[in-house]
């Protein structure tokens, strides 16, 4: 049988575009305080820092960055042949890669804080 | 081959523009631009603090501005349309059954949105926002 990435690439698709449901609104929100000038006291540097050194934080940046990118990668991908760009060959791994690159990226700060 | 095949005049860049269907359609799927920009733009963030107080602190301050502003409330509306959207279909993803019936999908959506207004609710007050 020939073997696929699809079940793989959807699952994650699938849970990221579920957790961007229920956190982006408002992750996004919290940024849009900062651009403001008003930015909620989470994301000072004391306190962000102080979340992202624990397990729990690092946990939830680490999921909430790495199914985004790849909820972003896949559904892109799609996209990207619905407005006529028939390369799929060539689409398609580089979104992966991105995404791939960007887990490495993320994973590798999270352990340095 | 008939003499006069029939061709189907469909244009693979802007058929979309064909049906309000097509438009709606196309509305969800490029919400993961945006929410794709969002991921690059925490992971930026995560990077700088990685690198210590005077790193993230510049990255907070060149966060602010009208560009940033405007940015980030597009992608905040595209944030909300993926919500919806996702949430609109959940009876169809998640059917739950009881019995020989099958749970109205309205309850399925709403239960969805009661979680989301909690989520959002909590994170808010966790992150000090008054």
Known sequence: ?113 | MSRKPFVREVSTTRWYFKHPRYLRYMSREVTCVFIGAFALLLLCAVERLSEGQAAYESFLAALQGPWSVAGLVVVLVFAIHNATSWFNVTPKALPVQIGEEFLPGKFIVIAHYAVWVVATLVILYFAGVR
């Open chain 1, 1 to 113: 049988m020939a073997k696929s990435n699809k079940p793989i690439v959807w699952s994650l698709f699938a849970a990221g575009g579920t957790l961007a449901a229920f956190l982006a609104p408002v992750l996004v929100l919290l940024f849009l305080l900062a651009a403001l000038g008003h930015a909620p006291a989470l994301l000072g540097f004391a306190n962000l820092h102080a979340f992202a050194a624990g397990w729990f934080g690092k946990l939830f940046l680490l999921v909430v960055i790495t199914l985004f990118l790849w909820h972003a990668a896949h559904r892109l991908r799609i996209t990207l042949h619905d407005f006529g760009l028939r390369q799929d060959g060539v689409v398609a791994p580089v979104l992966y890669v991105v995404a791939a690159v960007g887990t490495v990226l993320s994973v590798v700060s999270l352990v340095r804080i």
